[in-house]
């Protein structure tokens, strides 16, 4: 029998209020997406401005995070042509993204979440999904 420890809503609204702080700040706004240890989404919050098609893209994100348990910005790195991994991008049904701006989320070191972000640049979205952790870290202590 295993023990899963995962996110839960109040856990992803501390994440999803730490990354629109950031997106305010520096005027993006962003489509945020929580998802469990699964990759199965928890709670989803389009800033108003978020961009239409950010939606499955941030939800995406946060997926490939929690589920491969790999930063998206990890995977960017290995896809290119020539790699071995080149071409993951295409696997789960093209749900893997290789954009930054997903992180996975962990307590004790053990991945219970990601967070996925979408509507601004690569750099933008991870500095939102950091600050997202960041957040929730600061919350937990």
Do not use: W
Not at 4 to 18: H, M, T, V, W, Y
Not at 91 to 107: D, M
């Amino acid at each position: 029998m295993l023990t899963i420890n995962r996110i839960d809503l109040s856990d992803a609204r501390i994440l999803i209020e730490g990354a629109a702080a950031k997106a305010r700040e520096i005027g993006v706004p962003m489509c945020i997406a929580v998802v469990d240890e699964s990759g199965t989404l928890v709670a989803f919050e389009r800033m108003d401005g978020g961009k239409v098609t950010s939606v499955t893209i941030a939800q995406d994100k946060a997926f490939t995070a929690a589920a491969a348990r790999k930063a998206t910005h990890e995977y960017n790195a290995a896809n290119v042509p020539g790699n071995l991994a080149f071409g993951i991008h295409t696997e789960v049904g093209g749900r893997l993204s290789t954009v930054g701006g997903g992180l996975p989320v962990l307590v004790d070191g053990e991945v219970v979440g990601g967070i996925g972000l979408s509507s601004g640049t690569p750099q933008q979205d991870m500095d939102c999904a950091q600050a997202g952790i960041d957040h929730f870290v600061s919350k937990r202590q």
